[in-house]
């Protein structure tokens, strides 16, 4: 039986425990709601290389400590760094990640999300970046980016886009809209979802079948298609004029221009063309596509006011 309770009062940010041959790595920050910062990243890569070198462990699993997954990076950092004018630094922090990310993602061992709460920003890019996700209907997936003045930096639009198409993409990164664990898992994001009381047992056959094709075509359930007609070039040109998107119904039209104005509008530019042109690239070329507009996102005005209101009030995004 695979140790899915919780996982202790140990004072480490990234824990990690092997039973059963499944390595149990943990993000130790429930305070933090498990934000991803330096320190962390340091950890989660040093466990992970741990786990990945132990003959013994045929599966890696991830997950947050608490009630949440991870929720993002750490906000702090950013705004300290803005402030210093080391905007270089948070680009260097994102590539780290990236590094971590992508040694998760080309692991020849089974890497498995266990998304059994809130998953943020970052959180979600992490889950992303495993073979596979397990979930409960408490789990969920979210970007919000660009309410903060920012894109997502972590390689989630690429890794989603590739799963269900940049339209839908754009409508999830650019409203902001959440991603329940069910709807997830219709689309193919989250391999399975299941009772956190069959957890035990969902993991332990996952790792039984085994790695799976994480980026296999899959058909787009029609529930989505309206969100996919949204985001169409033309549709997305209007509605960022202001405009309502043709052959959406009113409801969802009125829905997503209300998410879109709250948004800062540089992010939503930057965000949607980085999606765009990511589209024929491998991993490692759209993560560099996505490194080569970060600084450049960091230093507008908005970033800072968007990244300093978080959790205070609503920014006032002024386009510049």
Same mark, same amino acid.
Request: charged share 25%; hydrophobic share 45%; net charge negative.
């Given at each position: ?9 140990n ?8 039973? @059963?041959? !499944?390595?149990? !790595? ?6 933090a ?7 962390v990243?340091?950890?989660?890569? @040093?466990k992970?290389?741990?786990a ?7 599966a890696?699993?991830?997950r947050g400590? $608490?009630k949440?997954?991870?929720? $993002?990076?750490?906000i ?6 803005i402030?210093a004018?080391?905007?270089a ?7 780290? @990640? ?5 040694k998760?993602?080309?692991s020849?061992?089974?890497?498995i ?5 809130l ?8 889950a992303?970046?495993c073979?596979a !996700? =397990?979930?409960?209907?408490?789990g969920s997936l ?5 309410? !903060?003045?920012?894109?997502? $930096? ?8 590739k ?12 409203t ?9 898992e ?6 399975q ?7 035990d047992?969902a993991?332990d056959?996952?790792?039984?079948? $085994?790695?799976?094709?994480?980026y296999?075509?899959?058909d ?11 985001f ?9 004029s202001?405009?309502?998107p043709?052959?959406v119904p009113?409801e ?7 998410? =879109?104005?709250?948004?800062a509008?540089?992010a939503?530019l930057?965000?949607?063309?980085i999606?765009?042109g990511?589209?024929?690239l ?7 596509l996505?490194?080569?507009?970060m ?6 005005a908005?970033?800072?006011?968007g ?14």
């Amino acid at each position: 039986m695979s140790p899915l309770k919780d996982a202790g009062t140990n004072t480490d940010m990234v824990t990690l425990e092997v039973a @059963c041959g !499944i390595a149990f !790595i943990t993000i130790n920050r429930p305070n933090a709601l498990n934000a991803l910062n330096e320190a962390v990243v340091t950890q989660l890569a @040093c466990k992970f290389a741990e786990a990945e070198k132990n003959p013994s462990v045929k599966a890696i699993v991830l997950r947050g400590a $608490g009630k949440v997954f991870v929720a $993002g990076a750490d906000i702090q950092f950013f705004i300290e760094k803005i402030n210093a004018g080391a905007v270089a630094d948070i680009e260097a922090f994102a590539r780290r @990640c990236h590094d971590v990310f992508l040694k998760i993602e080309n692991s020849r061992k089974q890497t498995i999300a266990l998304l059994d709460g809130l998953s943020l920003g970052g959180g979600s890019e992490l889950a992303l970046a495993c073979n596979a !996700i =397990l979930a409960t209907p408490a789990g969920s997936l979210g970007f919000p980016e660009t309410g !903060i003045g920012i894109y997502p $930096g972590l390689g989630g639009m690429l890794r989603l886009a590739k799963k269900v198409g940049g339209p839908l993409a754009k409508y999830y990164v650019l409203t902001g809209a959440p991603m329940s664990a069910g709807d997830a898992e219709a689309l193919g994001v989250v391999n399975q979802v299941v009772a956190q009381t069959d957890l035990d047992e969902a993991l332990d056959s996952m790792v039984d079948r $085994g790695r799976v094709d994480k980026y296999a075509r899959r058909d787009l359930p029609a529930r989505f298609k309206q969100f996919e007609r949204a985001f169409s070039p033309d549709n997305l040109r209007r509605m960022l004029s202001g405009l309502p998107p043709v052959d959406v119904p009113e409801e969802t039209a009125e829905k997503i221009l209300k998410a =879109l104005k709250h948004k800062a509008p540089l992010a939503l530019l930057a965000a949607s063309d980085i999606i765009d042109g990511q589209v024929n690239l491998s991993i490692e070329e759209g993560i560099a596509l996505e490194l080569g507009r970060m600084q450049e996102m960091f230093l507008t005005a908005d970033a800072l006011e968007g990244i300093s209101s978080a959790g205070k009030k609503r920014p006032e995004f002024r386009g510049e």
